[in-house]
């Protein structure tokens, strides 16, 4: 096999992504902790203008023989994990240049390297390009998810640690798992083709395989019963991390999900049983443990465990309409819960607290941020004129389709005790006063920059949802149609 | 192609959108431009009734804008007569809502900014012909209460009796804030069920298009129509205050700001009615005629029941919440009865229930902030301090409970006679007993706060209403008086489109 040019142009993006980490590894040799948070704005900038950059670039096309293969799909998920990097080291510079001053670069590089990890991934049609890309993404995160621990065992980031270890020892069984469970389908199927296993015949082994990459990937997206990690990894880690961390990953998990299950496999139907228990478990369980929760970071942390399993729902049926449905609930849980997260860190950094008493009166502290919430709460919830509203009507819809009548009526109603717990927090923040020593907030020029974007999302594509659904559906034919050779 | 319907529409979201760009400190011109964006649409409305012909009926005014195309979802608006007149209620309600609250004195610009998004919301519900348009126009509407009862509510002291007293303190029973949440969350499980009857509606006409018309023209098979009715009567229901699933409007329209309770009795819980009879009924004949007796059934319940729950309450805003709920029963039980003139009745209900229940709740408004107090037992001979709003509430209770000559009589006239002449000729007699209920509590409770011995001295020194108040309870006042002994006025819309519907109905019912 042999290089050419051509097989360069569908990774531009991609080899982009490394030259910026290099850039970065020598600015930070160069200028070192004299950059300040300055190393931080300019990994952002970086990202943001490769998303810019993906507009403009033709990236379709195989490369290396096929291995990976660049389309409207692959160009889809490289815009979100780029747009939610960017989002995230806007959101994280103030924090990580105030808590860890000399070690500010090493914190973007490694969100860096994850986004590289998470770029290669959709693109990959050979197992062992997804396998080594997928675990590119995942080994920054345990680092990360460290990152608060500070020295004194009182302090903020006391749960770090803990938060990291779970993290970490989930993340390295459920690699094993989903490795165990491929081994055995490349063994039937002889080759590490994803488009060639559909040739082979299905058996019980052939079925084991598949179930046990559901299992290990449910591990790395969240979906009850394979949950218990999230919670206590959000509530201990540090809170720009979070927003990143709570969609990024979750999305690569689903890119590799359709990858393996429905492309590959094409095994949909097959696990129906096992995919619908996943999502109806995750849809229950998450939204009904969030109404008990008393801090904001492990309410989101469970309600985002119920919208894995919406998002699981649109999975199930495997068809183009519905994987597409699923992409533009990507989209907006991207900009809806890195937004939210985002807040929560500034109610963090000023109370040293994410309960929601901590959040009472914000609107009296600033009214911009409560609005800015309110609006991101609205969308998770799936309130009209804001994004979320679409993406869960669209999901709905898709499962409506697909036959699955009564989860719809049944996620329907537990939407309204979504609702509830969201607007536990809103009720804090207009109609409860705010503590007497709490002064007014005020947001660094990142985080501003951050929010603004999540929100201007947020309510533009709750408007005008078409662009989204057309990148969407785009995404979702090149992909989800069935490779030749299909049985 | 005209832009009156959009023009109505936008004008009080328009105003919501300056009204974030004037400050705070500015309370006259905040008030200014929220009477604006209310003006603008009830002149929008009273111009679109002008245009309205009543000869060629069916839809007119069209407008239609892509919104969503590959699924199908446009902004079509267009107006039948049965949304004439209803434009005209909201129009008429949303302006003496904001003129009765000019005395707000708690973040007025944020209150002027939900309320006037929520009003926007309900006209756009009356227009829109795109099923999924008018369930997002459906959702604005009910929305915003919860902010606007949370933060602008008033609470009422906890009952600290009765073997349930530790849950009520609990849980918080009278606060304003459990009454919004409460509200919200048994509304959004309403809207849970019509967002399922709605797919099931959507897919089953070939997933191509929510146009009403396109949904209406499709005949759909017994199942769908079987499960689908009650999913769409439980739904849309809910807000229309279906019994038992009413238990929201007491609280909810007690812990309400004055022009909230208006505006939520008024115009709100006659959004209900009209998605279960334009979008249940219609579009489903054939579960509309199987369930009619259940929805007839429960309806006369709600009579009778809301009456009676009225007759026991000693807190003046429940006792009209209650009414509501007995009042919002008529209007079901004329839709219930599939006879021209049940529904003609039904919708001149709605109308005139809207316009008496805002004329309600704005003298109750105006009594709680003069006296403070919403217990009857404390109040009594107000009459001799406030002899305007006296009069105002006599002339609301009398066309409450149906006194010819008022606009009350009207619609409880027709409906009783669409009782009469429908299959369950029954329904009539204890519809007519919830009105002879009606005119106990009415009565007893004008005597008891207008009439009799006082007022105490504590209350002696209240004043009548004043200034823009004066103007909300004359444009009520009159209009009940002017559709009473002129119902033509808006019955010959109601009734130009009430048969082309019928029609529909029992047409497509027949096996």
């Known amino acids: 096999m042999t290089l050419g040019w051509a097989d360069f142009a569908p990774l531009a993006i991609d080899l982009a992504l490394v030259a910026a980490i290099l850039i970065v590894l020598i600015g930070d040799l160069a200028g070192g902790p004299r950059a300040g948070r300055g190393i931080g704005y300019l990994c952002g900038i970086l990202l943001l203008g490769l998303f810019a950059g993906s507009f403009f670039l033709d990236l379709s096309g195989p490369s290396m023989g096929g291995t990976y293969v660049g389309d409207a799909w692959s160009t889809f998920f490289k815009r979100l994990f780029l747009a939610a990097g960017a989002l995230a080291i806007f959101g994280s510079a103030d924090h990580v240049a105030r808590h860890t001053p000399t070690r500010q670069s090493e914190y973007h590089l490694l969100i860096l390297f994850s986004v590289l990890g998470m770029s290669l991934l959709p693109g990959a049609r050979d197992l062992l390009l997804l396998v080594v890309a997928f675990e590119l993404m995942g080994l920054p995160l345990f680092v990360l998810a460290a990152w608060a621990k500070t020295d004194d065992p009182r302090g903020v980031g006391r749960h770090a640690p803990e938060a990291a270890l779970k993290l970490y020892l989930v993340g390295a069984a459920s690699t094993a798992i989903t490795l165990f469970g491929l081994s055995l389908i490349v063994g039937l199927s002889g080759t590490t083709n994803i488009d060639a296993w559909i040739r082979t015949a ?153 309960s929601i008493d901590d959040f009472a009166g914000l609107v009296y502290r600033s009214p911009s941020l409560a609005t800015a919430m309110l609006l991101f709460l609205l969308s998770l919830a799936g309130i009209p004129f804001v994004v979320g509203f679409w993406a869960k009507l669209y999901v709905f819809l898709a499962a409506w389709e697909a036959g699955l009548q009564w989860i719809v009526v049944l996620g329907a109603i537990v939407s309204v005790v979504g609702l509830f717990y969201y607007l536990q927090i809103a009720r804090a923040m207009f109609m409860r006063k705010p503590a007497a020593e709490a002064p007014p907030l005020g947001s660094s020029l990142g985080m501003t920059f951050a929010i603004s974007l999540c929100l201007a999302a947020v309510v533009v594509l709750g408007a005008f949802p078409a662009p989204l659904l057309g990148e969407a559906e785009a995404a979702a034919k090149a992909f989800v149609a069935k490779p030749t050779g299909a049985r | 192609m005209t832009h009156w319907l959009s023009l109505i529409v936008a004008a009080p979201a328009v105003a919501a959108l300056l009204l974030i760009a004037v400050p705070a400190s500015a309370r006259l011109l905040v008030r200014w431009v929220s009477l604006a964006g209310a003006l603008v649409s009830l002149f929008g409305s009273i111009e679109v009734a002008r245009q309205y012909d009543t000869v060629a009926g069916g839809l007119q005014l069209v407008e239609s804008y892509p ?84 933060i602008w509510g008033s609470s009422q002291a906890v009952t600290e009796a009765g073997p349930f007293r530790y849950v009520w303190k609990v849980l918080d029973i009278g606060g304003k804030q459990y009454a919004a949440m409460k509200l919200t969350l048994m509304l959004l499980v309403g809207s849970a069920f019509i967002l399922a009857a709605m797919f099931g509606l959507y897919v089953a006409a070939g997933s191509s298009s929510f146009d009403l018309a396109h949904l209406g023209s499709v005949k759909y098979d017994r199942t769908l129509q079987l499960w689908a009715f009650p999913f769409l009567w439980l739904g849309f229901g809910s807000l229309a205050g279906v019994f038992p699933f009413h238990t929201w409007s007491p609280d909810g329209h007690a812990s309400a700001p004055t022009a909230v309770s208006m505006l939520h009795a008024g115009v709100l819980m006659k959004l209900g009615a009209f998605g279960i009879m334009r979008v249940g009924m219609v579009l489903l004949p054939e579960g509309a005629l199987t369930w009619a007796p259940l929805v007839g059934g429960v309806a006369v319940v709600n009579i009778v029941y809301g009456a009676l729950s009225a007759m026991s309450q000693k807190d003046l805003k429940y006792i009209i919440a209650y009414s509501s709920v007995s009042h919002m029963g008529i209007v079901l039980l004329g839709a219930a009865t599939l006879t021209p003139n049940g529904w003609n009745g039904a919708v001149y209900q709605m109308f005139a229930h809207g316009i008496m ?126 559709f009473g002994v002129w119902p033509d006025l808006i019955l010959v819309f109601i009734d130009r489109t009430t048969p082309d519907y019928l029609l529909l109905v029992l047409a497509g019912g027949a096996p």
Not at chain 1, 321 to 348: D, K, P, W
Not at chain 2, 366 to 381: D, N, P, Q, S, W
Not at chain 2, 469 to 474: F, N, P, T
């Open chain 1, 202 to 354: 299905p058996s019980p082994l052939w079925f084991a395989g598949g179930f046990l990459v559901l299992a290990g990937m449910g591990f790395k997206i969240g979906a009850v019963p394979f949950h218990f990690w999230v919670p206590d990894t959000y509530q201990g880690s540090s809170t720009p991390f979070v927003a990143f961390l709570s969609v990024a990953p979750k999305l690569a998990g689903f890119a590799a999900l359709i990858a393996i299950i429905h492309r590959g496999l094409g095994a949909g139907l097959l696990h129906r049983p096992t995919l619908v228990t996943l999502a109806v478990a995750s849809i229950l369980l998450g939204n009904l443990l969030a109404v008990a929760q008393t801090d904001v970071k492990r309410l989101l942390a469970f309600s985002g465990i119920g919208h894995i399993g919406f998002m699981l729902l649109a999975f199930l049926p495997g068809t183009t309409e519905s994987i597409q449905m699923l992409l533009f609930y990507g989209g907006a849980y991207v900009v809806t819960n890195i937004g939210a997260f985002l807040i929560v860190e500034q109610v963090e950094d000023a109370a040293g607290g994410s």
């Open chain 2, 357 to 482: 229940t805002g004329l309600f709740f704005a003298l109750v408004g105006l009594v709680y902030e003069r006296a403070h107090t919403r217990l009857i037992g404390k109040m009594g001979g107000f009459a001799r301090v406030m002899p305007g709003v006296a009069v105002f509430f006599t002339l609301a209770g009398l066309s409450s409970l149906g006194l010819p000559g008022t606009a009350g009589f009207v619609a409880e006239l027709l409906v009783f006679l669409g009782a009469y002449q429908s299959a369950h000729s029954w329904w009539a007699i204890p519809a007519i007993l919830g009105a002879f209920i009606t005119a106990v509590y009415v009565l007893r409770a004008v005597r008891a706060i207008f009439w009799g011995k006082g007022p105490s001295r504590e209350f002696s020194e209240l004043s009548d209403a004043r200034g823009t108040e004066w103007a909300a309870l004359w444009i009520l006042g009159l209009s009940l008086i002017a």
């Open chain 2, 67 to 150: 919104v969503v195309p590959s699924l199908g979802i446009h902004l079509t608006l267009a107006v039948d007569g049965w949304g004439v007149s209803l434009l005209l209620l909201t129009g008429i309600i949303i302006v003496a809502g904001v003129m009765a609250t000019w005395t707000l004195k708690d973040r007025e610009k944020e209150f002027y900014i939900f309320l006037l998004v929520l009003v926007a919301g309900v006209f756009g519900v009356f227009v829109s012909q795109d099923l999924f348009i008018f369930f997002l126009f459906y959702e604005i509407a009910v929305l915003p209460m919860y902010l606007l009862i949370g």
